[in-house]
C-alpha cells in the first residue's frame, strides 16, 4: 500500500498515453462562503513523490481550499508515461494536467525540483498560475557549488541508463543514511514519510526520471536551468521558504530570486535543512495560511500587472517596444550570465576596450561586464547600486526584435526575440524595422 496523506483521497487521471496518481483534499467547505483560489502542490526530485512532499498539507489547508498533487512522470504510482526531461518540459506536462483538472488558475507550491517546475509553469503558462509557495527550489545558480563540481556533477548525469538503473538500485539500499544528508534533524520527519521514501527508493527505475532532470539541467560548466535571468518576469506573489542549513540547494538562490522578482518575500529557516516544509511544519503552515488569506482578501485584486524589467529604471530608457531587425549575427558569450542586485560585493577588474563603459567583476557566483556607473568601485572592490543582468541575446541576421529598454550610454539594448526570450543586444547590429 501506498501512502495517503491525512486529508486526501486518491484518484488517477489519464493523460499522454499514462494514468497520473491524483492527490486531492478530502474535506469539504464550510457552507456560505465562497471557494478561494485551488492550490497545486508539485514535488521534489531523487526519490520523492506527492505523498512525501506533502503530507501535512492536505490536512492543514483542505479544509478551506481544494488542494491537489499529482506524481510526475517517473515519480510515486504515475506509471505509463516516460521521464519527460528538464524542468520545462514537466511545467507542460504539469499545465495539461491542471487542464485536466480544472485547475486554473491556482496558488502553485513546489519544493526542490518542483520549485524549478513551479517557476517554470509560472513563466510559461502565466494563465494558470495565481500565486506561487517556492520551498527551497531548484533553478536559481548559475553554477553548482563551484567548476568542478559543477563538471563531475555534468558526468555523472550522462551515464547511460544500462548504468544508471543499476546505479540507482544500489544506492536504495542506503536511504536512511541519505535521509541525513538531507534534513537537519531526521528525527523531524514523520515516520510515515520516512517508511514512504524507503519504499519509493525500492520502486523499479527509482531515481530514473530524476537522472533525466539532471541530464536538462547540468551543463559541463554552468546551470542550463538558471532562471535567474527570467524570474523577473513572474509578477504574481510568491513566497520562498528556504532552511539555513540546506545541504543541497544554496539558499542565496531563494534570496537573489526574491530579490529579482516585483513582488515576492523571502523567508529564511534557521536550523533547518532541505525539506523545510517538513521539517519546520509549524513555521510553514503559519507562513502558508498569513500568504493564502492575504491572496483570498483581494491582494490580487490591488495589484497591477506589468512587464517588469529585470533591469532597474536608471539602466536605461524604456522604448515601448520599438520594433528592429538585425544586420548581422549576434553571438554571446559561452559564460553564464550574471545577476547582480542592489548592495551586491564584487571584485572589479579591467575596463572593457572595445565598450568602455563596462567593467568586468567578479563575483562568488560569476563574472560577468557590467556598466561602471551601476557601481560604486573603492580601489578592487565594488558595491552594486542599480541592478543589472548581463544576458545576452542570441540572434541571425535578419531576426526581427523588439526594443523594450534602451541604454544609449553603453550602446546596448534590452530586446525581446518572437519566442519571449529576452537580453542585450549592440546598437551596431540593430536597424529600424
Sequence with gaps: ???????????????????????????????????????????????????????????????????????????????????????????????????????????????????????????????????????????????????????????????????????????????????????????????????????????????????????????????????????????????????????????????RASELMPNARLVLVPDCGHWAQLEARDRFLTEVHDFLRAGDTGRQAGHEEVDVDMVDAAAGRRTGKVRCVLAADHEIPTRAPLVLVPGDVVQVGERDREWPAFVFVTASWGTGWVPTRHIDIEGSVGTVRVGYDTTELPASSGEHVDVVLDDPESGWAWCRNTDGREGWIPHRVLTPA
Excluded: C
Design 1 to 255: 500500500m501506498s501512502l495517503i496523506p491525512p486529508g486526501s483521497t486518491e484518484t488517477f487521471l489519464d493523460l499522454d498515453g499514462g494514468r497520473v496518481r491524483v492527490l486531492r483534499s478530502s474535506m469539504g467547505h464550510p457552507d456560505g462562503r465562497a471557494v478561494p483560489s485551488p492550490v497545486l502542490l508539485i514535488h521534489g526530485g531523487g526519490t520523492d513523490n506527492s505523498a512525501i512532499s506533502w503530507y501535512e498539507v492536505f490536512g492543514a489547508l483542505g479544509p478551506e481550499r481544494e488542494v491537489v498533487a499529482i506524481d510526475l512522470p517517473g515519480f510515486g504510482r504515475t506509471t505509463g508515461i516516460e521521464p519527460v526531461g528538464g524542468a520545462p518540459q514537466l511545467a507542460d506536462f504539469v499545465a495539461r494536467a491542471a487542464h485536466e483538472l480544472s485547475l486554473s488558475p491556482a496558488v502553485v507550491m513546489g519544493v526542490s525540483m518542483g520549485g524549478d517546475v513551479a517557476l517554470n509553469l509560472a513563466i510559461r503558462h502565466p494563465q494558470l498560475v495565481e500565486a506561487l509557495v517556492l520551498i527551497a527550489p531548484g533553478g536559481l545558480v548559475p553554477v553548482f557549488r563551484n567548476r568542478v563540481a559543477q563538471f563531475l556533477a555534468w558526468s555523472a548525469a550522462q551515464l547511460p541508463d544500462v548504468l544508471l538503473i543499476p546505479l540507482t538500485g544500489l544506492a536504495s539500499r542506503y536511504v536512511e543514511a541519505a535521509i541525513k544528508g538531507v534534513v537537519k534533524d531526521p528525527d523531524s520527519l514523520p515516520p510515515d514519510v520516512l517508511d514512504e521514501f524507503v519504499q519509493e527508493a525500492k520502486r523499479p527505475r527509482a531515481g530514473l526520471a530524476y537522472g533525466r532532470y539532471n541530464q536538462a539541467s547540468l551543463g559541463p560548466w554552468s546551470m542550463r536551468n538558471n532562471l535567474l535571468p527570467e524570474v523577473h518576469r513572474v509578477s504574481v506573489p510568491a513566497l520562498f521558504f528556504h532552511g539555513t542549513d540546506d545541504p543541497l540547494v544554496d539558499p542565496q538562490g531563494s534570496r
